[in-house]
């Protein structure tokens, strides 16, 4: 549709644009990215016509743009440049049609019920229907920014140029709008190049990024493929962290500030667990990075307050997270920055072990009650189970663990309690098979993320031997005394 062809070119006799080339297929939406001043504005002007490059052509449908009418060439093709303050003095529904100016005969003489539905449609879509007649001067930035989408939908081409369209408009309306020029481009096939500030935006709405530095173009293609870290990094000289999107397979980056917050030493000790009537509690006055598998709050986030609460053994409700969430709150914990487990094994019986490592303490926390315990291998044999019983263990590290090291300390947690399972010879009582855990085990690995960098957490490093280790002895003696007691 659009075949961009070694374009270069500047202003005057300073040269900005150098030997740029991409193509972009009808019903694609690409997005341009680079850091201020690289020339991506300037590009979008080449490529609408507003200026003319000193070598290289623009092509649209097979044809260079210089051999187009001005006004075959604004139905082709609408340009929404950024939005500078300047005085209006027409309504919105007079601005928005003015984008109709390329289908008229003459100006106004022609005007007609196509036009009257395209300008409708296009105030509908961006939600500006309602200030149709008020002047555009006493509307908001962000609002005046969605009239002029408006105006440039009206014109209906088929291909649309965009200078940062979302700059001034509040998260929902960044999202409806560009929600909205998705579905143009998904189901009418529109074509979008668009500026973009907001590298998340363009990752997330575009199917090809153009990375730009200093008037060239640094990558080209799937936003997986050019939003990586080291190309960001680089390109805009910042440090960034790229993860996936929760919903959406598109990379989202978060800046890495290098504001030095770590004034005091942040380190973990026995002082920070307490043994109480009704729950284990971890309380630090800073929060750890964890992984989870609790009940409430469970996945990879930061949290200071971590809680084992006993349960009674008949505890049955619907709304477990909703109970959880206000027992927090009655207990005086942020629900936001706590995690919760449950389990109905008393407190009393709880094991804490302490291990201490040439980079500083790691606890382990073991809650045990194995009751239901099975063996994983034969479970599809039962149906859920109808018995209680829950081991719960915490491995909380001084110490700084990649993401990978994190998976891995789950892993080397998991095969040790199993171990310890099978040294306590607990037994699956339907298939009369070792048991390896039973069906609603918690587990959870925190670490401080300071101090010591640990890229690995496998059985044979110095992190995952005192998890196998810490994990195995705690959950050992939890066992006994499990089996001790009257729980
Ligand atoms: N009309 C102009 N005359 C002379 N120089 C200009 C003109 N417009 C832009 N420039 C210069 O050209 C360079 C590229 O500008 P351009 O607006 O294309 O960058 P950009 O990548 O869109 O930047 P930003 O992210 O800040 O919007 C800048 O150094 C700018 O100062």
Redesign the pocket.
């Given at each position: 549709m659009l075949n961009v062809q070694h374009i270069s070119g500047?202003?005057?006799n300073?040269p900005?644009l150098s030997d740029i080339s991409f193509h972009v297929e009808k019903g694609k939406m690409v997005g341009i990215l680079?850091?201020?001043?690289?020339?991506?504005?300037?590009?979008l002007?080449v490529i609408s016509g507003i200026m003319s490059p000193t070598f290289g052509s623009v092509i649209i449908d097979g044809k260079d743009i210089n051999h187009y009418s001005t006004r075959e060439l604004a139905r082709k093709m609408t340009i929404l440049p950024?939005l500078h303050a300047t005085a209006f003095s027409s309504t919105v529904r007079e601005t928005v049609s003015i984008g109709r100016y390329p289908h008229q005969s003459g100006f106004f003489s022609s005007w007609g019920a196509e036009d009257e539905r395209a300008v409708k449609k296009a105030m509908q879509q961006t939600g500006v229907e309602k200030y149709e007649d008020h002047y555009l001067e006493f509307l908001s930035g962000g609002e005046q920014q969605r009239v002029f989408i408006a105006q440039a939908l009206a014109q209906a081409s088929s291909l649309l140029l965009l200078?940062?369209p979302t700059n001034h408009l509040d998260i929902a309306h960044q999202k409806q709008i560009l929600d909205m020029i998705r579905r143009e481009v998904t189901k009418n096939k529109l074509t979008v190049v668009s500026?973009f500030?907001d590298i998340n935006l363009a990752s997330l709405y575009c199917d090809e990024i153009l990375l730009?530095e200093n008037?060239k173009v640094k990558a080209f293609g799937a936003p997986h493929e050019v939003l990586l870290e080291e190309q960001i990094e680089d390109v805009y000289r910042t440090r960034i962290s790229i993860k996936a999107h929760p919903e959406q397979p598109k990379p989202q980056m978060t800046i890495l500030p290098d504001v030095d917050e770590h004034s005091e030493e942040k380190i973990i000790t026995i002082n920070h667990l307490n043994i109480r009537e009704e729950y284990i509690e971890f309380k630090s006055s800073f929060p750890l990075r964890v992984l989870s598998s609790s009940v409430h709050n469970a996945g990879l986030g930061w949290y200071a307050n971590f809680i084992n609460r006993t349960v009674q053994p008949d505890y049955d409700i619907d709304h477990v997270h909703e109970e959880y969430y206000q027992y927090l709150v009655h207990e005086g914990f942020s629900p936001t920055n706590t995690v919760g487990m449950m389990t109905a094994v008393d407190t009393k019986k709880a094991v804490i072990k302490k291990y201490e490592m040439p980079y500083g303490e790691v606890f382990v926390v073991v809650t045990a009650g194995v009751g239901n315990a099975i063996d994983v291998s034969q479970s599809y044999k039962r149906k859920y189970g109808d018995r209680v019983g829950t081991i719960n263990t915490w491995v909380i590290i001084n110490g700084k663990l990649s993401d990978e090291a994190f998976v891995q300390a789950m892993m080397t947690a998991t095969e040790s309690k199993s171990k310890a399972l099978q040294h306590e010879e607990v037994y699956d009582c339907i298939s009369d098979t070792l048991a390896t855990g039973t069906p609603t085990d918690s587990l959870l690995i925190a670490a401080t993320q300071q101090g010591k960098f640990m890229q690995y957490g496998g059985p044979i490093t110095e992190v995952g031997q005192v998890i196998g280790r810490g994990v195995f002895e705690a959950t050992v003696e939890a066992i006994q005394t499990y089996r001790k007691g009257d729980s």
């Open positions: 500047g202003y005057g300073t900005l680079g850091p201020n001043g690289c020339g991506k504005s300037t590009l002007k950024q200078d940062e500026v500030h730009m008037g």
